[in-house]
């Protein structure tokens, strides 16, 4: 018989993003998994971009990790940093 996966653990790591080792935190950035704590399957998040973004969700390129931008709700400022795409081709 099959899972019916009706438990789940998520994990979320939260990256403080500096320009250099031990230096100012200038953004945020969330990375989230979640499995089935009964069987231990990883799901993934589909409908994403792979890649890593500062103004939008992304995802590892096997999808089991949503990459999210984060800022304080007190923060107006928000600075970007450099992000990526990975394409997928034929």
Avoid: W
């Avoid at 989230?32 to 589909?46: L, M, N, W, Y």
């Amino acid at each position: 018989m099959s899972c019916q996966h009706e438990d789940f653990e998520a994990r979320v790591y939260v990256n403080r993003l500096t320009r250099d080792e031990g230096g100012e935190v200038y953004a945020y950035h969330a990375d989230i998994r979640v499995k089935c704590a009964q069987c231990g399957e990883a799901f993934t998040f589909p409908g994403f971009a792979n890649g890593i973004s500062s103004h939008e969700a992304r995802v590892s390129i096997d999808r089991q990790v949503l990459g999210v931008p984060l800022k304080p709700a007190s923060q107006d400022h928000f600075e970007f940093f450099p992000g990526f795409d990975v394409k997928q081709t034929a």
